[in-house]
């Protein structure tokens, strides 16, 4: 598995002086960017052929959110190719070896002249070593919502802040999004959030319009992320569980 060392810094942590969760992907997600540019075949590699890998479902299992401060290793594999997809899973740990979280991920490679999903090159399939599965129970990649009871909240804009490389709505941003109109009820102090689904469907550009619609029962709350007629950009589903019955 790569892996590359850090320290919990204080513009990563929540109001709990912990390691929030967008934070905690964007470690995830550099992880992989610092391993597909080690072997050769990270951004420029992927530019100079127009191709580009598309997020298609995040699954991420919180055990612990590391405090300020505490050094951490983490670390990514690649466990498969299946035509066009790509499978990869990620671990945040301590440097004693603590598992604090772990995530699997669903891509798709995309050729970005014709949008149309590619087959990884030979070069790509040479490259990354494939690896076991970690040890997780694996969620459905597709986010079932129920068939009522979804609030509509205020409409965002897309914005430059918002954009990646390949020029949409970066993942992690999505995440971020949804985050913001759960209820204070799930932010309270005994709320522990132990884990996040996100199933992409689309993707949206600067100046689109979001429409969040929020459905929230017991543990379980949702967001999905909306254009004008209701179709998601993204859906993103939290799993909380009270901190008093651990």
């Known amino acids: 598995m790569y892996k590359f060392s850090s320290r919990i810094r204080y513009s990563e942590v929540d109001s709990k002086g912990k390691l929030s969760l967008e934070s905690l992907l964007d470690y995830f997600q550099d992880c992989s960017t610092f391993h597909s540019e080690d072997i050769g075949v990270g951004l420029g590699y ?48 301590t440097e004693e070896g603590e598992k604090l979280a772990c995530a699997n991920t669903l891509w798709i490679l995309m050729d970005m002249e014709k949008m149309y999903p590619a087959k990884p090159t030979k070069e790509m399939l040479e490259a990354y070593e ?59 102090r005994d709320m522990f959030l132990r884990q996040m689904r996100a199933e992409y469907k689309r993707q949206a550009h600067l100046g689109d319009k979001i429409y969040p619609v929020v459905y929230e029962k017991g543990e379980i709350a949702a967001v999905s992320l909306n254009d004008r007629e209701g179709q998601p950009y993204c859906i993103v589903e939290f799993e909380f569980r009270n901190m008093g019955s651990e």
């Open 130 to 188: 494939i690896e076991d599965k970690l040890p997780m129970d694996y969620a459905p990649r597709k986010i079932a919502l129920p068939m009522e009871g979804g609030v509509g909240k205020e409409p965002l804009e897309v914005a430059r802040r918002h954009l990646d490389t390949n020029n949409h709505v970066n993942n992690g941003q999505y995440i971020r999004m949804a985050k913001e109109y759960l209820s204070a009820e799930y932010m309270e």
């Open 46 to 93: 992927l530019e100079e052929r127009h191709l580009a890998w598309v997020l298609s479902a995040w699954q991420i299992v919180a055990d612990r959110y590391p405090k300020l401060c505490e050094r951490v290793r983490i670390g990514t594999a690649p466990y498969g190719f299946k035509g066009f997809f790509g499978y990869r899973n990620f671990l945040m740990e």
